[in-house]
Every structure is written in C-alpha cells, then in structure tokens.
C-alpha cells in the first residue's frame, strides 16, 4: 500500500499509543494491554452506558448500585475481549490500513496463540460478572455471543456492519432490565432501538477516519455508504436516537417535564453534528470519543426520571 502524503499523515489518528497507563505497565505486558484496547477507555463505557441507562430507567439504579459496578467491569472485561478477538479475525486486514498496521497481532508483537489465551482469561472475568445476575439476565447475557461472533465479518458482506455494531454494544440494556425485574418491556425496545441508532451515528463519525484505506482494502461501512451525506445521515440517526429514548422516557412518567431531562443529552449530540467535519480526523475522532459525555448525560437524565416516576 502506498504510503500517506504529509498532508494526510498529519491528520491521521494513531490506534495504538504508549501513554498513561500503558506507559507504566511493564514492557511484556503492554502489546496485551493495547490488543485489549485498556489505552482507549471510551470502548468500554460506550458498552457500558446502555446497561446503566436500563437501571436507570427502571427506577432501581440507586438501590442496585453494586449492579452499576457489576456492569461497569464486565464491560472492561467484555470490551477487551471483543477486541481481541476481533483483531484475531481482522488481523490481515488491519495489516493493509495505516492506522491500524501496528495493532499487536497485525504488527506481529503477539502471536495468535497468545492472543486467544489472552481472549480465554478476559472471558472469565467476564463469567464473574454473568454469575453475580438472575437466571433470566444470564441468559439474554449469553444471547449475545452468537452477534459478538459474527461482528468482525459483518463488514465483509454488507455496507452496514455498524447496525450489527449498534445491537452488540447496546445488548447491555436488555440484560440489565431483566436484572432490574421489571415486567413492562415496551421501554426497554425503545430504550433498545434508541442505543442501536446512537451507535450506528458515533461509528459512522469513526469510521470515517478509514474511509480512503476501507475503500482501498475492499470493506464497507456506513461511512463509505453516507459518501457526502455523513452529516446530515448521523443527524438522522441520533434524531431517531432522541425520539425512541423520548418514548420510552413517555412509558414510564408520561409528563412533558420528564422529557426534558433528555434535552442535555440531545443538545450534546447536536452539537456533535453541527461542528462535525468528516474529512478532518481529528475532529471526527473527538466527536466520536465525546459520546462518554453524550452517553453521562442520557444516564443522569434516565436517572432522575426513573427516580421520580
């Protein structure tokens, strides 16, 4: 592949970067630390915020806070695990686009039989955490490896792998809304269906860095399929984002007031849309990691709603 121009080397993201805790870590350990995606923590709490949003919603985040802790570490756990076996799958792949060529398994610094142990031990962790949940979450918990499975070859076979995305990073809800007990699931599709258009606007804003080398290695995404209509594409999807998390906030406390603990959250991800510029990777990166602080947002005002209905 031919190498970027200056121009396009300043504006391109490193994926892997030795700094905070990977710079403290011992020299062995930090290739498994970045194949676990520790140095980018926004992964685990775009996972992690969807769970919190359902306890929110239910009314018993407060009381079930050791669940908010529960869910905060299988998240780490799970993220990383993700991550690790989708770099085993995309490893070929990754070899061929500039910013992830030093990813550990694309760059050789872990070999394959390492990283499936590696993937092995982050699993277990994530068995602590499905063990501390009620028969019911464990088992909608465990629907969803067969959507991890399929993930990495999503974008392989179709121009929209991030709705596969959107269903795997928001499973957490359901999970968590089983554990919560509550019998009226109608929020909970909403609250569902809200997660997944979120998640396919944020990645599209990612994936929007890879367009040019996507394109040159043959795999698809939301982006390439937006072209020029990124913006005005993400602005849909977190509209219906905004809208499906209104009705389900409606279910639960039908009051015009309730609707408004949304209106933070809603104005954060305007704002995303507004100064977004989907040429600019820097810019398009911000926009993507502020979505921990869109994601705080929803979660407070979840919280109140839930606390109040």
Not at 18 to 28: D, E, F, N, T, Y
Not at 72 to 91: E, H, K
């Amino acid at each position: 592949m031919p190498s970027p121009s200056p121009a396009a080397a300043s504006e391109q993201v490193v994926d892997t970067e030795h700094r905070g805790l990977i710079a403290v870590l011992p020299r062995a350990a930090r290739p498994f630390a970045l194949l676990a995606r520790f140095d980018r923590p926004i992964g685990w709490w775009l996972l992690y915020w969807p769970g919190a949003w359902a306890m929110a919603l239910s009314g018993r985040a407060i009381e079930r806070w050791d669940m908010l802790l529960w869910f905060l570490i299988g998240s780490i756990a799970m993220r990383g695990a993700g991550c690790v076996y989708n770099d085993i799958v995309d490893r070929d792949l990754d070899r061929q686009v500039a910013r992830t060529a030093n990813r550990p398994l694309a760059s050789g610094a872990v070999s394959v039989k390492a990283a499936w142990a590696w993937l092995v031990f982050l699993s277990l962790i994530g068995l602590v955490v499905l063990l501390q949940l009620n028969f019911t979450a464990a088992i909608v918990a465990l629907a969803s490896l067969a959507l991890v499975a399929a993930y990495p070859f999503m974008k392989r076979i179709t121009w929209w792998p991030q709705a596969w995305l959107g269903m795997v990073f928001s499973w957490a809800a359901p999970v968590a809304w089983a554990q919560m007990g509550s019998d009226d699931w109608l929020p909970l599709a909403l609250l569902y269906a809200g997660s997944i258009a979120w998640v396919i606007g944020y990645d599209t804003i990612y994936a929007c860095q890879d367009i040019e080398d996507d394109a040159m290695v043959g795999v698809r995404s939301s982006a390439r399929a937006m072209g020029s209509k990124v913006r005005p594409g993400v602005t849909l999807l977190y509209a219906v984002a905004v809208a499906c998390w209104a009705g389900a906030v409606w279910r639960v406390f039908p009051t015009p007031l309730a609707l408004a603990a949304l209106l933070p959250g809603a104005l954060h991800l305007l704002w995303q849309v507004a100064t977004l510029k989907p040429a600019e990777g820097a810019n398009t990166l911000r926009r993507f990691r502020s979505n921990r602080d869109a994601g705080l947002l929803i979660f407070l005002g979840l919280l109140v709603v839930g606390q109040a209905a």
